[in-house]
T-cell receptor
Framework: GAVVSQHPSRVICKSGTSVKIECRSLDFQATTMFWYRQFPKKSLMLMATSNEGSKATYEQGVEKDKFLINHASLTLSTLTVTSAHPEDSSFYIC?????????????FGPGTRLTVL | GEDVEQSLFLSVREGDSSVINCTYTDSSSTYLYWYKQEPGAGLQLLTYIFSNMDMKQDQRLTVLLNKKDKHLSLRIADTQTGDSAIYFCAELADSSYKLIFGSGTRLLVRP
């Protein structure tokens, strides 16, 4: 099946710094990528939808200036958490939708655990 | 609005069948999915069902869909300890391709 990677898998940073998380589709082109946030023992919360070559669409309540998303190519989307604070600590997961796929299978990355001290 | 609900926890004995239930609210969803998440990992698609189907079987997995009641279930036959994980159902918000996830059901398989 299609593979989605995320880098880094785990990051610890100081409060006030910015952190960039990469999401790559390794063996397919993804016109659309999605960024989710998952709190411990909770479900996935969609943060934004990222379309290649255009601005991301953010869900209600998600600060676009706080969570910068760039989808520069058909295989790479990045999420930058700017001026991170401890409340931004979470598990961030991306998924990629296969271009042209009719049943909308989304392939998920392994996730990035962010800890802000 | 969109809302997907699941029971939080299920415990079964190895070899028994597991049934995980889900209710959703968006009757226009064309696809419904079951995902598995192991600790500290991303999500793995187990199976999906198109809304015009009542049942789909894939090896040990059986999905039942009751559109009238907006109820989806996943049955795992001969449950193994490796099946212990969190299972999420999800519905597709068609126009945007967004997935709306349930709260997840933690399945514990006892030896």
């Amino acid at each position: 099946g299609a593979v989605v990677s995320q880098h880094p898998s785990r990051v610890i940073c100081k409060s006030g710094t910015s952190v960039k998380i990469e999401c790559r589709s390794l063996d397919f082109q993804a016109t659309t990528m999605f960024w989710y946030r998952q709190f411990p023992k909770k479900s996935l919360m969609l943060m934004a939808t990222s379309n290649e070559g255009s601005k991301a669409t953010y869900e209600q309540g998600v600060e676009k200036d706080k969570f910068l998303i760039n989808h520069a190519s058909l295989t790479l989307s990045t999420l930058t958490v700017t001026s991170a604070h401890p409340e931004d600590s979470s598990f961030y997961i991306c998924s990629a939708r296969v271009a042209g796929e009719t049943y909308n299978e989304q392939f998920f990355g392994p996730g990035t655990r962010l800890t802000v001290l | 609005g969109e809302d997907v609900e699941q029971s939080l926890f299920l415990s079964v004995r190895e070899g028994d069948s597991s049934v995980i239930n889900c209710t959703y609210t968006d009757s226009s969803s064309t696809y419904l999915y079951w995902y598995k998440q192991e600790p500290g990992a991303g999500l793995q698609l187990l199976t999906y069902i198109f809304s015009n189907m009542d049942m789909k079987q894939d090896q040990r997995l059986t999905v039942l869909l009751n559109k009238k009641d907006k109820h989806l279930s996943l049955r795992i036959a001969d449950t193994q300890t490796g099946d212990s994980a969190i299972y999420f159902c999800a519905e597709l918000a068609d126009s945007s391709y967004k997935l709306i996830f349930g709260s997840g059901t933690r399945l514990l398989v006892r030896p």
